[in-house]
């Protein structure tokens, strides 16, 4: 039996609440930092060495397999923000890594050599005489022409051949020189808030967050680049966060035109593995200077971070919605507290945790009022629906002023935030509504595929012609989703070009993309769609919005509701128009005198912010105070509320639990669901409070009769 004092403690990549130790290596201790693969249950599994610790008493500990890296594949920096992240969320540190690398790092593949190029040895040189292989021909044709290549600039089918060269020592690894970057200058002349927005920045040093408030169209984007410009001249490295997808693109064409195509890349979940390593790798070692990326880009190594930028930093994807529930936003601005480098959160429309955080101090604020290029913002107006005749859900004037935009040549934007023909289907002769059989929730109805969808488990089923019920075939809509609103636009503007924008719609990036080229044309369109025109693109031609469902958010039951839905309108609104063609924005609403929509007619973000946020303090809600939910779930409702009540028992002094309380969707996928709500006066005390109360629901019994999880400053409920 093998009794060590100092064991390597590593964490396996999944979500196992724990450490493990294994005998240290006759070698010596190994790095932190560093993957090996360990003996566990009745195989292996890749892990990460968190350090040496004390061994476990009386245990055998077992002797690892291998060691994968032979330095630490993240610096210490990094490895401080995935300890912590693992320590703020309240998530297993091993799922944390996991979550932090790339697959293919993940699986345990080595870290690709970048670095190296390849030049002609003089046995290569030799050889070149007698080669006849017609590949191995070219590629050693190539080395003498170009001095040095890399294995990345190859062709394809010239890699093989490399690697054979390199087998007979016939071509030689070299470190490749980093490309040279080349900036060019900015189009514009800045305006003058530009100008100092981009003087404040550049004279940041150190742990310095900074928001970023400009409207839609002032020019943010531009700021970010002529901040960026003298850092990476230098030969500093930057990080930039977006919430979407289909946002990189865009910014990465901005990005390689001013700074050259080799020094910028985007890292998201839309590539694959071997795409996601390559530049990883290459962000490593310093190869690429900017990198654009979505939430899990905030763990990509830069040795020589300048500055981060998080773009549309109100948007609620950056945080994770499963798994590991943390906040890529807020791990940025960890990270630029542990690297010591200056961040900026910009938006049109800032979180009212980002303003909080401003008035505490915490952040510094720019503002750009205009927008660039001396276009105006949209007037807003409310349409009072109250005893209106509504036709596909939109009201007579509503329809009216799309005639007319479109008559004058213009373009028109419908927002709707349903899917679907309907929300939910209806038996006319006895009000019976389909339901999905496994969850809390009506069944949309798609009217294009003649079905029945649950938007929260993925259920489906055919276009019933019966009511289960009554036997009737006179089944409604109740409610109106984005396909119907195409139908009656359809119905309505037979000549008139129909988009509809929303994820049945769009199947991939690309048709995204196609959407916008098509709009951009500025011929009389209709776009009609959900949250994704609330991102980034820019619709010049559009000089008229209509918001259909405005209501949705003025009553809802999660307390971000009404936050949400002024910056989707402000954000909507900012997509229209351009200088010449002011646009205008319409909200239907049968609550024309709610204080928040009286607010938002003055067209200004801060405002009606502000006067959230004066709420949320005066309730005690985040970011007043600090928000924890413990969520369960299990097939018999006993289980959660046992397990529940439990928990709320255990919570130490200081924690503020309230509950159990049923879950805004209180039965999904056949699983009852309930939750706890925790909260503390500050985030760092209610960090300490939840690891002490971790730690004993570990231990009851009702925790291995439930599926349960934390999450953190939640976004959604
Ligand atoms: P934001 O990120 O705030 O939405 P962008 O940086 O994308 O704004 O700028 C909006 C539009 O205005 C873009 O088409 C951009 O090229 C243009 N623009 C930015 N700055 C200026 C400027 N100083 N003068 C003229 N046009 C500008
Ligand atoms: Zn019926
Ligand atoms: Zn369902």
């Known amino acids: 039996m093998k009794l060590e004092t100092s064991c390597l403690q590593v964490a396996i990549f999944a979500p196992l609440r724990r450490i493990f130790s294994y005998a240290c290596p006759a070698s010596g201790p190994l790095p932190a930092g560093v993957r090996v693969r360990v003996p566990f249950a009745s195989g292996s599994r890749i892990a990460m060495v968190l350090g040496m610790g004390p061994c476990p008493p009386g245990v055998e500990v077992k002797d690892i397999q291998t060691v994968l890296d032979s330095t630490p594949i993240l610096d210490p920096a990094l490895q401080r923000l995935i300890a912590f992240g693992a320590a703020y969320y309240q998530h297993a540190i091993g799922d944390v890594w996991a979550t932090a690398l790339p697959a293919a790092l993940r699986k345990g593949q080595p870290l690709p050599d970048i670095a190296a190029s390849y030049q002609l040895s003089a046995a290569g040189r030799a050889a070149l005489q007698r080669v006849r292989g017609k590949r191995q021909r070219a590629l050693l044709d190539a080395l003498q022409t170009d001095g040095m290549l890399a294995p990345t600039t190859l062709e394809a089918g010239l890699r093989p051949a490399l690697r054979e060269a390199v087998r007979r020592g016939w071509a030689q690894a070299v470190a490749a020189p980093i490309p040279a970057l080349r900036c060019s200058d900015s189009p514009f002349h800045l305006h003058q808030e530009q100008q100092a927005a981009v003087a404040v920045l550049r004279a940041a040093e150190g742990f310095s967050p900074v928001l970023l408030q400009g409207v839609t169209g002032s020019g943010k984007t531009e700021v970010y680049l002529e901040t960026l410009r003298p850092h990476l001249e230098a030969g ?164 009216g002023a799309c005639a007319a935009t479109l008559a004058a040549g213009n373009q028109v934007l419908l927002f709707l935030n349903r899917r679907g023909y309907a929300p939910a289907l209806l038996c006319h002769d006895c009000g019976h509504v389909f339901h999905c059989p496994r969850c809390a929730a009506a069944l949309i109805w798609h009217r294009r595929d003649a079905r029945l969808r649950c938007h929260h488990c993925g259920h489906e089923e055919r276009l019933p012609r019966n009511c289960p019920q009554c036997g009737s075939a006179a089944l409604i809509s109740a ?239």
Not at 277 to 303: H, K, M, Y
Not at 354 to 368: E, F, K, P, Q
Not at 572 to 583: I, K, L, M
């Open 479 to 717: 409610g109106q989703g984005t396909e119907q609103l195409e139908d009656v636009l359809r119905e309505r503007f037979p000549d008139t070009p129909i988009w509809r924008v929303d994820r049945d719609a769009l199947r991939g990036r690309e048709a995204l993309e196609n959407v916008v080229r098509e709009v951009r044309r500025d011929e009389p369109a209709i776009l009609v769609g959900t949250q994704i025109l609330a991102k980034g693109h820019h619709f010049p031609a559009v000089t008229l919005v209509g918001i259909v469902n405005t209501d949705q958010g003025l009553f809802s039951a999660d307390f971000r509701a009404p936050e949400r839905l002024l910056q989707t309108v402000l954000q909507v609104a900012g997509r229209a128009g351009r200088a010449e063609r002011p646009g205008r924005v319409l909200l239907q609403t049968h609550h024309p005198e709610h204080p928040l929509l009286q607010a938002l007619l003055q067209g200004d973000y801060s405002a009606p912010a502000a006067a959230l946020l004066a709420e949320r303090v005066a309730a005690g809600l985040p970011p007043a105070t600090a928000l924890a939910v413990l969520r369960a779930e299990a097939h018999q409702r006993s289980r959660v509320e046992a397990f529940l009540q439990g928990a709320a028992a255990l919570a130490p002094a200081g924690l503020e639990v309230s509950g159990p309380l049923p879950s805004l969707l209180e039965r999904r996928a056949g699983f009852e669901r309930a939750e706890l709500w925790a909260q503390a006066g500050t985030r760092a005390v209610l960090q300490r409070l939840l690891s002490t109360w971790l730690q004993a629901l570990e231990a009851l019994p009702q925790a291995r009769q439930v599926r349960w999880q934390i999450d953190v400053d939640p976004l959604s409920f």
């Open 236 to 399: 500093g490295q930057a990080l930039v966060l977006v919430p979407e997808i289909s946002l990189t693109p865009q910014l990465l064409d901005r990005f390689a035109q001013r700074f050259g195509g080799e020094q910028v890349a985007a890292l998201h979940s839309g590539q694959s593995d071997g795409e996601r390593l390559r530049t990883w790798a290459a962000a490593r070692e310093g190869r690429l200077r900017v990198i654009i990326g979505t939430r899990s880009a905030v763990f990509v190594p830069l040795p020589r971070l300048a500055m981060i930028v998080v773009d549309e930093e109100h948007d609620p994807s950056f945080k994770q919605q499963t798994g590991w529930h943390y906040s890529a936003r807020d791990l940025a601005i960890q990270r630029a507290r542990l690297e010591g480098c200056p961040i900026v959160l910009g938006s049109a429309t800032p979180s009212l945790e980002s303003l909080h955080n401003v008035d505490l101090g915490r952040y510094g604020t720019l503002h750009l009022r205009q927008r660039a290029g001396g276009a105006q913002a949209p007037a807003i107006a409310l349409l009072p629906l109250r005893r209106q005749g509504l036709q596909g859900g939109l009201s007579g004037p509503l329809l």
